[in-house]
């Protein structure tokens, strides 16, 4: 079996981990103009993210595997109270707010550690599993959207 799924999509996370830590690293220096442009980055990786998943690996997944639809539901859900926060965020920036972009911020992080472990643990590995011989087409495709 191989695990081509998982390696990109986990590398995936840690490339969006990155950049929301040096979203945080923005504004307890104060950095402001960096942060507007911190924030639109890690917000344009974790949109890309999760489109990767919603338009190409989640409904095939769910055709190869229905009983992956449970988790999946759950995650689509996740995404959606990611996506407000990333909003929230991008609006805390534009305000200057440090208070709310740390909280913001710690928010996600939580969300995100746990969101990625359940991915990482239960779908990516569901998905190696499930086009064992088309996986590095698969992954070929998700690095071409």
Sequence with gaps: ?????????????????????????????????????????????????????????????????????????VMRMEHQQMRQLLTDLADATRSRDRDTCLGDLETLLMLVQQHNAKEEGILYPLADGAFPLGADEFVARMKAA
């Design 1 to 73: 079996m191989t695990d081509a799924i998982s390696r990109y999509l986990t590398d995936d996370h840690h490339r969006c981990d990155h950049l929301l830590v040096a979203c945080e690293a923005a504004v307890n220096a104060g950095a402001w103009s960096t942060l507007d442009d911190t924030v639109a980055v890690f917000r344009e990786s974790v949109l890309r993210h999760f489109a990767l998943e919603e338009e190409i690996l989640f409904p095939e997944l769910e055709q190869a595997n229905p009983a992956a639809g449970g988790p999946i539901g």
